[in-house]
Structures are given as structure tokens and as C-alpha cells.
């Protein structure tokens, strides 16, 4: 069977898991550090992809993803990684800031 695309923009559940996470009262910014790791499929995907850090910030209100540190993407056999990530949720869109590196396999 194809896979059913028709719910391709529709928002997707990930798991996550860190050592700590903190949350103000009030709701903002969830704080993630310590053996991050993100497992979903990103919009418009079939292909599972895992996202590593030591440290991650999640802006709920702006569905953002950013931290400073050393980020690794790995997602079918495909491998990115970088230092530095802003991610934005609603768009799909992300920019790794510096040392990017990636590996593709046949």
C-alpha cells in the first residue's frame, strides 16, 4: 500500500526525552538539557527522524526548537550535524548555525 499523504501538514506527535526538564508556572519555555533526544516524523515525511542534544528549548507559544550546542538529525539512514539550532514548528523549517556536516547512505 502507498502511504496516505493527505494528512502531510498536519501537526505530528514526537516522544522526547531528557535527564531534566523545567517549566516555569506560567508556561513559555520548556527547558530540556542533559541526553536530549526528539523521535517523530516531521511534517510533509514518511521517515522517522531522531534528534539529539545536550540541551533544548522549546518556545510553545512561538513552536520554536532552539539551543547553542551540538545537534545530531538522524533519519533513514541520513546523518546532520551541527552546532547551533533555531527550528521553527509551524513552518517545518530549520537552520543548523555552524559546523555543519552530513552524511547520505546509498
Do not use: H, I
Not at 527547558?31 to 545536550?54: H, K, Q, Y
Amino acid at each position: 500500500d502507498a502511504p496516505d499523504k493527505s494528512d502531510a501538514n498536519q501537526p505530528r506527535q514526537w516522544a522526547v526525552r531528557a535527564d531534566e526538564a523545567q517549566l516555569p508556572q506560567q508556561g513559555g519555555v520548556l527547558a530540556l538539557s542533559g541526553n536530549v533526544e526528539a523521535r517523530g516524523t516531521p511534517p510533509g515525511s514518511d521517515e522517522a527522524m531522531t534528534v539529539r542534544t545536550d540541551r533544548l528549548d522549546y518556545d510553545m507559544r512561538g513552536e520554536r526548537l532552539q539551543t547553542s550546542e551540538f545537534v545530531r538529525f538522524d533519519w533513514n539512514g541520513r546523518e546532520l550535524t551541527g552546532t547551533g539550532l533555531d527550528a521553527n514548528l509551524r513552518t517545518g523549517l530549520f537552520k543548523l548555525e555552524s559546523d555543519v556536516r552530513g552524511r547520505v547512505a546509498y
